[in-house]
T-cell receptor, first 115, second 118 residues
Framework: GAVVSQHPSWVICKSGTSVKIECRSLDFQATTMFWYRQFPKQSLMLMATSNEGSKATYEQGVEKDKFLINHASLTLSTLTVTSAHPEDSSFYIC???????????FGPGTRLTVT | AQKITQTQPGMFVQEKEAVTLDCTYDTSDPSYGLFWYKQPSSGEMIFLIYQGSYDQQNATEGRYSLNFQKARKSANLVISASQLGDSAMYFCAMREKAPREYGNKLVFGAGTILRVKS
């Protein structure tokens, strides 16, 4: 149990376009979902926290208008990178948590390359 | 201030031997949780073990054990009988806030790359 999926697993897009990444909890209801960004050989950096039906809480330094997060249901959160630039190329990972369980369950990640 | 410190950028261990990955943390909250995750080259984050600040005993999960020394604020991961498949990046992470407020964010350390030699 506690499986989180991400789609797509990798994507290449042109500079200036937008790309949407989906994060789904497959077998549980996720009260909270998190979005992380990871550069090669570095740690995970939390971008934002989202709860179903409410606005996401962004970490300091993360542009809300560039990284749009929608938590439409208890099993789905989306991250849209708007007007992508090459510096947005990174590994994006989502995670989900559920009530009364301490750990976060991570998706497999999405590798974004902006050309 | 850095909350999670992993001082070993890289470690080597011989297959079948035990290895300890260091993690120290800093928090003023009496209620917190400590996690270890494994990230192989594929990128997925695999949950290994959890220790709550009020847990009396050190957590164990199969070949993984957490050496929790509260006074020293350390939460080292011990992997026994290393296997080639253990080669990966390992992250220590901390969750703050009260135990009932699950879903609070995690703060990650910089990670340690472990290489198991045959």
């Amino acid at each position: 149990g506690a499986v989180v999926s991400q789609h797509p697993s990798w994507v290449i897009c042109k500079s200036g376009t937008s790309v949407k990444i989906e994060c789904r909890s497959l077998d549980f209801q996720a009260t909270t979902m998190f979005w992380y960004r990871q550069f090669p050989k570095q740690s995970l950096m939390l971008m934002a926290t989202s709860n179903e039906g409410s606005k996401a809480t962004y970490e300091q330094g993360v542009e809300k208008d560039k990284f749009l997060i929608n938590h439409a249901s208890l099993t789905l959160s989306t991250l849209t990178v708007t007007s992508a630039h090459p510096e947005d190329s990174s590994f994006y990972i989502c995670s989900a948590s559920r009530d009364r369980v301490p750990e976060q369950y991570f998706g497999p990640g999405t590798r974004l390359t902006v050309t | 201030a850095q909350k999670i410190t992993q001082t070993q950028p890289g470690m080597f261990v011989q297959e079948k031997e035990a290895v300890t990955l260091d993690c120290t943390y800093d928090t003023s909250d009496p209620s917190y949780g400590l996690f270890w995750y494994k990230q192989p080259s594929s990128g997925e984050m695999i949950f290994l073990i959890y220790q709550g600040s009020y847990d009396q005993q050190n957590a164990t999960e199969g070949r993984y054990s957490l050496n929790f020394q509260k006074a020293r604020k350390s939460a080292n991961l011990v992997i026994s009988a290393s296997q080639l498949g253990d080669s990966a990046m390992y992250f220590c992470a901390m969750r703050e806030k009260a135990p009932r407020e699950y879903g609070n964010k995690l703060v990650f350390g910089a990670g340690t790359i472990l290489r198991v030699k045959s």
